[in-house]
């Protein structure tokens, strides 16, 4: 087993793993006893066919034969009591530590940079959330009872050869090294293959999910059989490194199994001489010859708790690899606290690229002053999300600061602060559950009455009222029973049911039809009445009456001011809202 484990990144996961059992260590240690005591009363029966043989079928005491039966059924109901207990304990063990694993990945993924989470498929996070700490549960519960129990039972059974014959014993470990050598060998390619089983489950995973959650786009072109073919293909190349893992294991088992038999031909040829020659009493060698045979099975069990440990060791990488992730946006230590922000937003000189691409903003600057409406325009690819993941604190600048009513937001509380901003996104997600669920989401002791007020801004409180359970109403997943106005006006309501003092709408209209369009846009004046506003617009004509217009073009302002102002100009913005709207100023005519 040290042999197998001798690779350093391994004990490093295997030991770090145990940690996590430091918590339940009084139940751990109760369980670790039971299955000592398991063992031991396990490996008895044994020493007493040898007095059978020697004392009550060769010299006839009955007193013994009665004394032996009733400790055979005695010795196997102390064993099977503490291996109930074992069983219960290191279950309920293993589930503890395995909920507080999952809930800990869980909660590091919930706070990974974006840049980490677009980085991979959604499906491999569910993967390593699900399957892989289920994998962990194996090496933690399972795998340590075969290894204490199988352990001591080995460690017993050798205790009892040397003590019945010691020359024999000698005889029988110099093949025992034989079968070490052939799982050291095996361990490593075992650990190979459980890393591709993982890595091959989670990508059958990660296609599932994403066709399950485009499925209308899947429909919609039609494409449910080439999606078919892809889980297909991925499960087939699950299937075939399963597979070649199950062979390695049956190799495994087989040999050592084949390897521990010849010894115990050997030795009862080597016996049964000793017996003829009366060095050794026929008891002696039955009990012999059953240790032997006892020990295949502890022997052949550490064989496949070496691979479980190698499958699981793969498993546990990849979940310390999402725990060890860095996170881009470090908390500060100390942070400064704002109860209640006015509002006013700095941008000073910022740079920001991704992933050491090109700077998509260069040098930006410019401030929001509390309860100003700004629009943020511009070619696609220039920034202008960008700007609002800024201000969210998605992700922190390469150069400059991003200043809160003069504080760096490197230095703020991100909850106290990010609590205070009202976000409508483009692609309005809505979780299943009730329309007051979706308002109020992530409000606690959010009240009717502000519910109603919310709706009422965003203009759907009409439409809820004349629903029979009104906030009651359920949802679909993303919103599915509402239209695409339906879902965005709920969205506007939830970004305002705190009375945030910062909003951001990003391209909140640039899905709708002019009609709805139209409508959204009231319920977006009226969100915006006394907050400072940041809206992304792709529309031009939907922000011609924001009190500032900020043109954004190789990553810096080219131009900024109202609507009347930079029509006037004749310059970038004048170009873009052209294009948008197909109407030409008079100086074109």
Known sequence: MILTLRNKAAWRSYIRLLKYCMPYKRRLITALLCMVLSALFGIIPPWLIKNMVDEVLMEKKMAVLNLIAVGVVGLYILKAAFGYAHMYLMTWVGQKIIIDIRLELYDR??????????????????????????????????????????????????????????????????????AVLVIDRASSKLRRVGTIIQERLAMVAAIAQEAISSIRIVRSFVTEEEEFDRFKRES????????????????????????????????????????????????????????????????????RVVSNIQQGIASADRVFEILDEKNEVKLADNPVVLPRISGNVRFEDIWFQYDDSKWVLQGLSFDIKPGENIAVVGPTGVGKSTLADLVMRFYDPQKGQVYIDGVDLK???????????????????????????????????????????????????????????????????????????????????????????????????????????????????????????????????????????????????????????????????????????????????
Not at 113 to 129: E, K, M, N, Q, W
Not at 132 to 161: E, K
Not at 483 to 507: C, F, H, N, T, Y
């Open 109 to 178: 993924t919930q706070r990974l940079s974006f840049a980490t989470l677009y980085s991979h498929r959604s499906g491999d996070f569910l993967s390593r959330i699900t399957n892989d700490v289920a994998t962990l549960q194996n090496i933690l519960a399972t795998v340590v009872v075969d290894f204490v129990v199988q352990g001591c039972t080995f460690i017993g059974i050798i205790c009892f050869l040397f003590f019945l014959n010691w020359k024999l014993s000698i005889a029988t470990f110099t093949i025992i090294p034989l």
């Open 236 to 303: 087939d190349k699950h299937f075939s490194a399963l597979m070649k893992g199950t062979q390695v294991r049956g190799v495994l088992e087989g040999v050592v199994e084949v390897i521990l038999i010849s010894a115990m031909a050997f030795i009862l040829w080597l016996g049964g001489r000793d017996v003829v020659k009366g060095e050794l009493t026929p008891g002696g060698l039955i009990s012999f010859l059953t240790y032997i045979g006892l020990l295949v099975q502890p022997v052949r069990i550490l064989s």
């Open 411 to 589: 230095e703020l509380d991100l909850k106290t602060y990010r609590r205070q901003i009202g976000v409508v996104p483009q692609d309005p997600v809505l979780m299943k559950g009730t329309l007051a669920y979706n308002i109020g989401y992530g409000y606690c002791g959010v009240t009717d009455a502000e519910l109603e007020n919310a709706a009422k801004i965003a203009g759907i409180y009409d439409f809820i009222d004349s629903l029979p359970d009104r906030f009651d109403t359920e949802v679909g997943e993303r919103g599915v029973t509402l239209s695409g106005g339906q879902r965005q006006r709920v969205a506007i309501a939830r970004a305002v049911v705190r009375d945030p003092k910062i909003l951001i709408m990003d391209e909140a209209t640039s899905s709708l039809d002019a009609l709805v369009e139209q409508q959204v846009q009231e319920a977006m004046h009226n969100a915006m009445k006394g907050r400072s506003s940041i809206v992304i617009a792709h529309r031009l004509s939907t922000i011609k009456d924001a009190d500032r217009i900020l043109v954004l073009n190789s990553g810096k302002v080219s131009e900024q001011g109202n609507h009347d102002e930079l029509i006037a100009l004749g310059g970038d913005y004048y170009r873009l809202f052209s294009a948008g709207s197909g109407e030409h100023s008079e100086k074109d005519v």
